[in-house]
């Protein structure tokens, strides 16, 4: 047996088994970052529609709050409003809207939804005014609940006068003079200088309001609680900024302040409830009349009516909100995976569909940042809409 040969593997033969073996650990590879590539989108989209949900339900909550404490025996306190916030004035005269929509201004730009309304762990009643308020103190029925740093407002439902905002600044008192209108009363002080109480003839109008109309005053008046001076009255607002969807109070904070890149952070006052949202379209549900609560027309916040602030009677035609947020995957694809939608209405949308009638807002990504070589198309979208009945018509009824 000392004849036989034994042979190794030549050369060629080592060459080409290393040549497969590089095409297998490169097919591997390839797998596993395109796997992996998947998985970061796929987590970074869910990632998204979860916050964006979140965001929604929190704008929702509100809007279906708002307008608390400023309704009165079936009807509004006040068409307008005067406000102070501190240090510097928030409304003089303006119109007071429970949901207002301040529209961005194009199909490209986000707007911005504010919602006012009061909260707090105390109830909202109104308390009917007992004498005239022609100074600083506001003598009201017992049993308001009012108690020191309260924010209250004091308007005539019906007048057609601005209400006003202000803030109880002692502890009320017990008093038995009441305008010969009652034996007691709850006495409000609301001194000048002190917390949200500006100066005197800081308001183009400021009515005197009282038992009844009789000389200078306007009543029957009412004071409603709207929450305290640390929490409870709030405007909140919501906005995309920096590709997330933040909320602040439009009250305490009149602009929206910048962000910063690295690492990502608002300014103070501003939180970001969602992430990945690069657009929240918004849009009036009104009737044909004030006295109707069915929704006929859905309108964007643009135009002569429903730009800015609408007028008193149309404003009463807003019966509730619709709301479409719009979120993105966080890692682009290399190929254009999103394709322009029309919706069944035949509404055309640089981007995806969200409401399926012909009055649905635009959605335009065109204007959306993205890195330099790809487009809005590369990246992957979820739309969010929520259609808000708003109470404040029910306090109304």
């Known amino acids: ?67 608390a404490g400023f309704h009165a025996n079936g009807q509004a306190i006040c068409p307008t409003w005067n406000a102070w916030n501190g240090t510097a004035l928030v409304a003089d005269g303006a119109r007071l809207m429970a949901a ?37 103190s506001i003598q009201v029925s017992i049993g308001g609940g009012f108690q020191a740093g309260d924010i209250a407002v004091i308007g005539a439902p019906g007048s057609g006068q601005p209400c006003t905002l202000f803030e109880v600044t002692e502890a009320p008192t017990v008093v038995s003079a009441c305008g010969g209108h009652a034996t007691q009363c709850q006495l409000l002080v609301r001194n000048p200088n002190t917390g949200i109480n500006p100066d005197p003839g800081a308001f183009a109008a400021a009515p005197t309001f009282g038992f009844g109309d009789s000389g200078a005053s306007v009543g029957p008046a009412v004071v409603s609680r709207v929450g305290t001076a640390a929490s409870g009255f709030r405007q909140e607002a919501f906005a995309v900024q920096c590709g997330s969807l933040v909320r602040y109070n439009a009250f305490r904070t009149l602009a929206l302040p910048p962000c910063t890149d690295s690492p990502l952070a608002f300014g103070a006052g501003v939180d970001a409830v969602a992430s990945d949202v690069v657009l929240l ?13 069915v929704v006929s027309e859905w309108v964007d916040a643009r135009g002569a009516t429903w730009g800015g602030t609408p007028a008193a009677g149309d404003m009463a035609r807003i019966k509730a909100l619709r709301v479409v947020l719009v979120t993105r995957s966080r890692e682009p694809d290399a190929s254009q995976v999103s394709e322009p939608c029309k919706n069944a209405a035949g509404v055309v949308n640089t981007g995806p569909c969200s409401f399926s009638d012909a009055a649905a807002p635009v959605i335009d990504l065109s204007a959306v940042p993205v890195p330099s070589g790809r487009s809005w198309r590369n990246y992957r979208y979820r739309v969010h809409a929520a259609v808000i009945p708003l109470r404040s018509v029910i306090w109304s009824d």
């Open 281 to 293: 379209q918004a849009q009036y549900g009104v009737a044909g009349v004030a006295t109707s609560d």
């Open 1 to 67: 047996c000392g004849g036989g040969r034994h042979r190794g593997f030549s050369l060629v033969e080592m060459m080409v088994a290393s040549a497969v073996g590089l095409l297998l650990a490169l097919a591997v590879t390839s797998a596993v970052v395109s796997a992996g590539r998947q998985y970061a989108t796929v987590t970074s989209t869910v990632a998204a529609q979860n916050s964006a949900q979140i965001g929604l339900s929190l704008l929702d909550l509100a809007a279906r709050s708002a307008g």
């Open 100 to 136: 207002r929509i301040a529209d961005g201004g194009s199909d490209t730009a986000s707007d911005t939804v504010i919602l006012t309304g009061g909260s707090g762990s105390r109830a909202l009643a109104a308390a009917p005014v007992l004498a005239d308020a022609s100074g600083t």
